[in-house]
């Protein structure tokens, strides 16, 4: 038996890959390379693996994880080796991690980080002001319910790319999580001018507390 | 206008990526034919066909061609290419569809033609053949309904055939001539019209009498033949079948491998197309299967790999594969699914063997209430065969029973709409009558009835199909009939099919209705939330054509039908022979027991029919 973290990426059209049909991908991944994923017990087994943070449809990511129990041991080269004739289009496999009592766990996750990118160029004095503000206030539309939140506490950090572009490390997990869509409308809210029309995102890591990555 | 930027606005954008693994990537600008292949459905249906993935890695076999895929956008989707003129696009490289050398349509059922029209009208494209220019891409079209191409006889610039695995390739050789020496798309035609299978609809003059029947059908090019004769694969066991076949991201109607263990029928129910256009019955040996099999589940990951045929238990091997694939499949976690298969005490241990936790339901087809209707239809399964299996299934540790049947048969009288209840009953007696130690505790038995349609090529080409009220008439005489609690009852509306009967044995004339339902909005048609037969109806009144005459009119043997010109082996003598013997409901035994000579060996030639 042995238990991996694997970091992989979506890009170009694997974006729009929903979460559901990620799991059915692994599914086929594993079978293709002929590594035995470990089954559940049960009336109706399933394989035992699980995407640690779901991902927006729409949104691309150079840093997705997910953990996968093998029936038996892999070694980590030969298992990377295998997956990479494997995957699709826009899928890679920057690395492989084995998992112990020591590593990080899925509910350890607090916070993503994001390279954003639109059409509406933002100045970097904008962006201070944007991020002196006490509280940001947003309408934030629930299954259940919707009110007026402050967004405040989940933005831990934004700063201007070279390219026009903007990061933005903020709220994932569990316990609090700020979508990039809701960020985007509190800066149209808060910033003048800034109104963008085509808007691309790409999720660059997976973070802890500490604003470590999770592998 | 960024395709990123609307599909965001649309469900299921994987529908539209054609990224998905095992899809062909080459560099168009180093392709000598551009082939289109489209079907006139949404992605997962279209996608779940086995005669696309077949054509499309062929076709893509050859280093200088590249196929792609086309399917209908969804209307969300439409709604935005129209809003931002964005035309229809191939999956593979979003190129527009009118770039192409070829589009081809795979014809699967008549209530997907207004698709077609749309999806050329996305594409830019002029619907009818004759208003298209050398620019416009050829449009060609093959499948199941093409066997009656008639109705879109005015689109499409040819049609292929019968099987396409060495048809298609014979075509790609003559345009790849043709673009090397240049000439007119009508040149091409002229030149590919004498490949055996090519049917060029504008070749041929139609004239019509008083009554509206078909006066008279002639050619109006010497070359072209006076009959074309679909093509077969005479050697099945070493036909091409692709064992890289793509596997889509979303989830698709039939989302497995699947196995195509054999071609043809040996049954000859009366009431089904298949059985008679896809003969003679061909083979592939286990051996061949098998190794096919092993490449499909390496090549794409699948979890679940299907038998596919007319009549899995027909298959003459059936016990050498199965043990094989069951070997090669178990301990893989890879399911086997055998869709089918007639109940007996063989199958019913392969059953066991293959599902070892689910019980899931059981299908059982009489098609018909009565043995008398039975074998009009020459559907041959008895009482008793019935009796045997339910009890098997019972004893067996199954609840769930379904059976189908059909409505609108010929001859059919209440007594027959009577005994589809009857039998449901003396199932739910079968299982009272079953030892309850070993008995489901639950029992649930499923009565699913469709209407009728008449196909062309089969013995009840030329009868009238029962009216709307008919048909209605006798859905609610079942409904009233079923009172077993453990009995429900499935029927929907029978407006499709009397539309389908419509197309389905329709001719030239059709080909305005068809324009003017799409001009009035008509698309999806086989979706029932997009079906309206108010748009069908205005589009017959304003172009003035009675569809009665199409689908509830009886035809005499005399009379030349739209599709007399297409020869599919099995004869006219044959069917109407067959259509006598029902009359006086008379059976005819399968080709194994002993040849009807429908007309298949002296048309292919040699000893098919196995």
């Known amino acids: 038996m042995a238990k991996f973290r694997i970091q992989f990426t979506k890009y170009g059209d694997m974006k729009y890959v929903s979460h559901l049909d990620l799991i059915r991908l692994f599914t086929r991944i594993f079978h293709r390379a002929q590594l035995p994923v470990a089954y559940s017990e049960g009336f109706n ?35 990377m080796k295998k997956l990479k004739s494997a995957l699709p289009i826009g899928m890679e496999i920057p690395q492989i991690g084995e998992l112990n009592e020591t590593s990080a766990k899925p509910k350890e996750i607090r916070y993503a980080s994001y390279e954003i990118r639109t059409d509406s160029p933002v100045t970097e004095a904008q962006m201070d002001a944007f991020l002196d503000l006490d509280t940001i206030e947003i309408m934030k539309k629930t299954k259940r319910s919707e009110g007026i939140v402050d967004i405040k506490p989940d933005i831990m950090h934004m700063g201007l790319l070279e390219d026009g572009g903007f990061t933005a490390i903020i709220s994932a997990g569990s316990n609090a999580n700020l979508k990039c869509e809701v960020l985007l409308e509190a800066m149209k809210k808060y910033i003048d001018g800034f109104a963008p029309e085509e808007v691309t995102i790409l999720r660059t890591g997976i973070l802890n507390e500490r604003g470590e990555p999770l592998l | 206008m960024n395709l990123d930027t609307i599909l965001k606005h649309v469900e299921k954008p994987s529908r539209y990526i054609g990224n998905e693994y095992n899809s062909v990537h080459k560099n168009p600008a180093d392709m000598n034919i551009r082939f289109g292949f489209c079907f006139a459905d949404v ?171 078909i006066q008279s059908f002639t050619k109006n090019y010497d070359d072209a033949p006076d009959r074309i004769k679909k093509r ?29 263990v054999f071609r043809g029928c040996i049954r000859g129910c009366r009431f089904c197309q298949a059985g ?50 069951l070997d090669m499949t178990e301990d893989k976690k890879i399911g086997l699914s055998l869709p089918s298969l007639r109940l007996d005490n063989f199958s019913m241990e392969l059953m066991q063997k293959v599902q070892k936790v689910r019980k899931s339901g059981l299908t059982f087809a009489p098609e018909a209430g009565t043995q008398r209707l039975r074998d009009v239809i020459n559907k041959n399964i008895t009482e008793e065969d ?42 739910v007696s079968i299982y009272k009558h079953t030892d309850k130690e070993i008995r489901n505790k639950n029992l649930r038995v499923t009565v699913s009835v469709s209407s009728f349609v008449p196909k062309p090529f089969t013995p009840f080409q030329w009868v009238g199909q029962n009216t709307q009220e008919t048909l209605f008439r006798k859905q609610m005489l079942l409904k009233e009939a079923i009172r077993n609690r453990y009995v429900s009852y499935n029927w929907h509306e029978s407006t499709l099919s009397v539309l389908e009967g419509v197309f389905a044995r329709g001719d030239r004339r059709l080909s305005k209705v068809l324009v003017e339902a799409h001009r009035l909005g008509a698309k999806f048609d086989s979706w029932h939330e ?9 589009a017959f009144k304003n172009t003035d054509v009675d569809p009665d005459f199409y689908n509830i009119r009886e035809r005499s043997y005399e009379e030349i039908l739209p599709w007399d010109h297409i020869d599919v082996g099995v004869t006219k003598k044959f069917l109407i022979n067959e259509s006598e013997k029902a009359k006086r409901g008379e059976t005819t035994g399968n080709c194994r027991e002993k040849c009807s000579g429908c007309g298949v060996i002296p048309a292919f030639g040699g000893d098919f029919c196995g």
């Not at chain 2, 449009?139 to 099987?163: H, K, Q, S, T």
């Not at chain 2, 077969?232 to 196995?259: G, Q, T």
């Not at chain 2, 009890?391 to 010929?410: D, E, R, V």
Request: include cysteine.
């Open chain 1, 45 to 79: 087994p399933h394989p035992k693996m699980a995407v640690l943070l779901p991902l927006s449809v729409g949104t691309e990511s150079s840093c997705e994880y997910i953990d996968v129990d093998f029936e038996k041991g892999v070694g980590m080269l030969d298992c």
């Open chain 2, 43 to 213: 992605y997962e249906i279209g996608m779940s066909h086995l005669g696309m993935k077949i054509l499309y890695h062929l076709l893509n076999s050859a280093d200088d061609i590249y196929c792609e895929r086309f399917f209908t956008p969804w209307v969300d989707m439409e709604e935005q290419m129209r809003a931002h003129n964005i035309p229809l696009f191939s999956l593979e490289t979003k190129t527009p569809a009118k770039e192409f050398d070829f589009l081809g349509f795979t014809l699967q059922y008549e209530m997907s033609y207004t698709n077609i029209l749309n999806m050329l009208d996305l594409g830019g494209i002029p619907l009818y053949a004759k208003d298209r220019t050398e620019e416009d891409p050829i449009i060609c079209a093959g499948g199941p309904c093409a066997y009656n191409p008639e109705p879109l006889a005015d689109f499409v610039d040819f049609f292929m055939l019968g099987e396409g695995e060495e048809l298609m390739m014979e075509v790609m050789d003559v345009y790849r001539f043709f673009k090397k020496n240049g000439g007119t798309k009508e040149d091409f035609l002229k030149e590919a019209v004498k490949l055996e299978g090519v049917y060029v609809p504008a070749f041929y003059d139609v004239s019509y009498n008083e009554d509206g029947t």
């Open chain 2, 232 to 260: 077969i694969i005479r050697d099945f066991d070493k036909c091409f079948a692709p064992d890289n076949i793509i596997v889509p991201f979303m989830e698709i109607v039939h989302d497995r491998i699947m196995l195509e």
């Open chain 2, 276 to 325: 008679m256009i896809y003969r003679p019955v061909r083979e592939r040996s286990p051996e061949t299967l098998l190794d096919l099999a092993q490449r499909l589940i390496n090549n794409t990951g699948y979890e679940e790999i299907s038998l596919s045929s007319l009549s899995t238990s027909d298959y003459t091997r059936l016990k050498e594969l199965t043990d094989g694939l």
């Open chain 2, 386 to 427: 019935l009796h045997n299996a339910a009890q098997m299934a019972f004893s067996g540790g199954y609840g769930t029973i379904k059976l189908y049947f059909m409505i609108g048969l010929p001859t059919e009288t209440d007594e027959d709409i009577l005994g589809i209840s009857h039998l449901a009953d003396e199932v």
């Open chain 2, 530 to 538: 997009f079906f309206h037969m108010d748009t069908w109806m205005e």
